[in-house]
């Protein structure tokens, strides 16, 4: 039974910090891509009256078409926004250690700012907008748990007893 008063998700804009790294499950052949964005902040600290920048570095997943996506169009440094939900896990290291980690599993990326491909492909200061739809593939499905049975879409008004 799933809680309807709780909710898992990140919305985070960042830099990519270096290509992902794909690799394809043993037993299936689906394809995962592991990744990092950092993301930048800056601290104002009053009573000195500096300011600090701030980064933060966060582990994403992605998975199926979403990993292909990645390994397609992701390149170092490259601006994206990522939608998806922060998962835990622990595991056993080859040394029998037991390590933890928390990522975000990927569930939609957009491609931000100028993008920096070959000459030959497209001019360098071509932004995404201008390049045509079906050069990118679809990178997300709607997920069926987002709606309530019987809502198959979020603008359908809901009587709400007042």
Known sequence: MRDRNSLNKVILIGHLVKKPEIRYLAESGRPVARFQIATNEQLYYPDTKKTVDRTEFHR????????????????????????????????????????????????????????????????????????????????????AEEFPEGNTSPDEDDEVPF
């Open 60 to 143: 994403i997943v992605a998975w199926g078409k979403l990993a292909e996506f990645c390994e397609k169009f992701l390149e170092q440094g490259r601006q994206i926004l990522i939608e998806g939900r922060l998962r835990w896990r622990s595991w056993e290291d080859r040394d029998g250690n037991k390590r933890n980690s928390t990522e975000v599993e990927a569930v939609n990326i957009v491609l931000l700012g100028k993008r920096t491909a070959p000459q030959e492909e497209i001019q360098a200061d071509t932004t995404i907008a201008d390049v045509p739809v079906d050069e990118f593939p679809e990178v997300s499905e709607p997920i």
